[in-house]
């Protein structure tokens, strides 16, 4: 992509927002062109969001431009977005580590900077998180803004309406900007709205309103109803905020956000509004300025490495399909068989392989946007009527739909099949998206089924399981990437519920895996048998119900047991250790350890150096079965070998 700049650069006079504010405001427009090509060179190196944060460049300087960051708090919803804004808060010289080991987080993180003021990567939390900083403001009886910036697919959550709707009501001093990239504005609609919203969020028109409200309280109570609604009325036959009016916010636009001309007198004016919740309503398209996401379907929202000149993406040959992917192509087969399975997903049909599903099958694919309580319970519906949903919902967004899983599922013993991609560390998405803890918290929900593959080909046979499941909720993980290259069985056959299997038999150590840990497993055994220690190697499968007979049999045979798992701790391990315990095995001096994910949130590398730093990769499972068996052995063995 060719320069944008005309003349020396803007943007190298900028470390911080203070810099930016020192800028006439002639000068923006410069500001913004070199921040676009900065972020998509900086992308182009590192992979990451893209689209999103295309489409708020201009956004992001007259928010840095009309506010006193950090001072002002600015929340970024979801964080996507938020590249633009990392280049201009001191983190320019660092943005080309997104994403990378030890670099710069790909979402709002509060550890990394003063001007992220509150962590994000789950969507829907900015208005909340705001409307808790202003509370707090106001009881330290300080005067600053507080800003959060959300997105409208957001908007399908309910959590930012449970925000909006409590806001209002407390009449707090909240900025929310919606930026909708979902539409657009023609030419003459958006002048006519620019107008419109430059006078409504000014201190004449909100006078004359409140004006308006004081005297309408003072009318007989039959006239002071009718006066108010003829207020809001005419005020939302111009702007169409209705809905935000009734939450309690004073809506205004919709407005072009890629037009500095009508963003900066608006965000002038909410800035010196005296009081009460304002909403924003900014409209953006998701890709602007780069011929190829704006081409592209989904406007880059997501990129490998790729070059600049043709947005030509870097993409590896794979040397085997994803488990998203055979997850998906999984699922087409059973419901050729069965025509009442249904898949649901909460605004990831690509990510979770159910846009799969939904070409082959479009009457029987829902994505009911990010709602992951309504897609559970949505599912249990379903399910209460004879079909069979598969809710295919990332790990780590599983969390947000908890109470639904307990409530409207687990206690009804309804069987919705939940498949929970993105199980374990992730890469570069980090802590937040690592799908680190399902395994313990469905584990602990009576009558669950829960499944872990071993590999790709395990995973078919998983698929068909859950579907032939009728009579209670089941689970089943795997990971994000590639599979293991294993051949693909042409259909899956159902597995014995509650049976794992033995790949491997040995004497003296038994190495028990519950999911992909399976293969470092295997290569450990092949490394202690150079130590002189022999291996069993088995495969879980199920973490409920247990297949008790095999861990017996696993204790009865073997002087250690180890139990591996991409989870942490509270799940799969704890649950053979309680067993193991009621059944005595332990008394008879069984060395039993469990492997699962450490104490703390792994921050974002790759795959491989993240399992290495978790203790879960070959050459731990070898440290701590050599440990378990005692330096006098092990010396005695090296000396041996």
């Known amino acids: 992509m060719s320069d944008l700049r005309n003349g020396p650069s803007l943007l190298d006079t900028i470390v911080d927002p203070a810099d930016l504010r020192r800028l006439n405001e002639n000068d923006l427009r410069q500001v913004a062109d070199e921040l676009r090509s900065e972020t998509i060179n900086a992308v182009a190196t590192t992979g990451g969001h893209l689209g999103a944060g295309l489409g708020v460049v201009e956004l992001t300087v007259a928010l840095h431009y009309v506010f006193d960051t950090p001072h002002d708090r600015l929340i970024w919803d979801v964080g996507h977005q938020a590249y633009p804004h990392k280049i201009l808060t001191g983190r320019r010289d660092r943005i080309r580590t997104l994403r990378q080991a030890g670099g710069l987080s790909g979402f709002t993180k509060r550890a990394e900077s003063v001007y992220d003021p509150f962590g994000a990567a789950h969507a829907s939390t900015s208005i909340s998180a705001g409307l808790g900083m202003a509370v707090a403001r106001d009881l330290q009886g300080g005067n600053n803004n507080v800003i959060a910036v959300i997105g409208d697919g957001s908007l399908s959550a309910g959590m930012a309406y449970e925000a909006m709707n409590n806001a209002g009501a407390m009449n707090s001093r909240l900025i929310v900007i919606l930026n909708d990239n979902d539409m657009s504005i023609s030419p003459p609609v958006g002048a006519m709205s620019a107008y419109l919203a430059r006078v409504i969020s000014g201190n004449t028109y909100q006078s004359l309103r409140g004006v308006g409200k004081h005297i309408a309280k003072h009318l007989p109570k039959a006239m002071e109803a009718g006066a108010l609604k003829a207020e809001a009325m005419a005020r939302n036959f111009l702007t169409g905020g209705t809905l935000f009016e009734e939450l309690g916010f004073l809506y205004v636009g919709p407005i072009d956000g890629h037009n500095l001309d009508h963003l900066l007198p608006v965000l002038k004016n909410a800035r010196d509004a005296d009081d009460g919740a304002i909403l924003i309503h900014v409209v953006t398209q998701k890709g602007k300025g780069y011929p190829p996401a704006e081409a592209a379907e989904d406007k880059y929202h997501g990129v490998v490495k790729f070059d600049v000149v043709t947005g030509k993406q870097q993409t590896a040959r794979a040397s085997a399909p994803s488990y998203t992917k055979v997850f998906g192509q999984s699922l087409v087969k059973e419901a050729q068989k069965d025509d009442r399975i249904v898949a649901i997903t909460a605004a990831m049909p690509s990510g979770t392989g159910v846009d799969i599903f939904a070409k082959a099958f479009p009457e029987r694919a829902f994505d009911v946007g990010i709602a992951e309580q309504h897609a559970v319970t949505f599912a249990a519906g379903l399910a209460a009527e004879g079909y069979k949903p598969f809710a295919a919902i990332y790990s780590t967004f599983l969390q947000r739909g908890y109470d639904q899983v307990v409530h409207d599922v687990a206690i009804q013993r309804l069987p919705v099949r939940f498949a929970m991609d993105r199980a374990g560390l992730v890469g570069a998405d980090g802590p937040t998206h690592a799908g680190s803890f399902d395994t313990a918290f469905l584990g602990c929900l009576p009558g ?122 509270g799940g799969f391990g704890s649950q053979v250790m309680h067993s193991l315990a009621e059944h005595g095995a332990l008394d008879a001096g069984l060395r039993l350890r469990s492997m699962v994910l450490p104490d703390v949130f792994i921050d974002q590398a790759s795959p491989a150096a993240m399992y290495a730093q978790a203790g879960l990769d070959a050459k731990a499972i070898v440290a701590k079965v050599l440990g378990v068996m005692g330096r006098d052995r092990i010396e005695t063995t090296i000396r041996r070998a």
Do not use: N, Q, W
């Open 448 to 569: 669950f089924v829960i499944m872990a593959a071993a590999d790709e080909a395990e995973l078919v046979h998983m698929v068909a399981t859950a579907a032939a499941i009728d009579d209670r909720p089941s689970a089943l993980r795997y990971p994000r990437g590639e599979g293991t290259g294993v051949p693909l069985p042409e259909v899956g056959v159902p597995l014995e519920i509650g049976k794992g299997r033995i790949v491997r038999e040995g004497t003296s150590v038994a190495l028990l895996s519950f999911g992909t840990r399976l293969a470092e497993c295997c290569r450990a055994a092949d490394e202690l048998a150079v130590h002189g220690f022999s291996c069993t190697v088995a495969d879980a499968r199920f973490a409920k119900p247990l297949d008790v007979d095999l861990i017996l049999r696993l204790a009865r045979e073997h002087g250690v047991l180890i139990t591996i798992e991409e989870g942490s701790i």
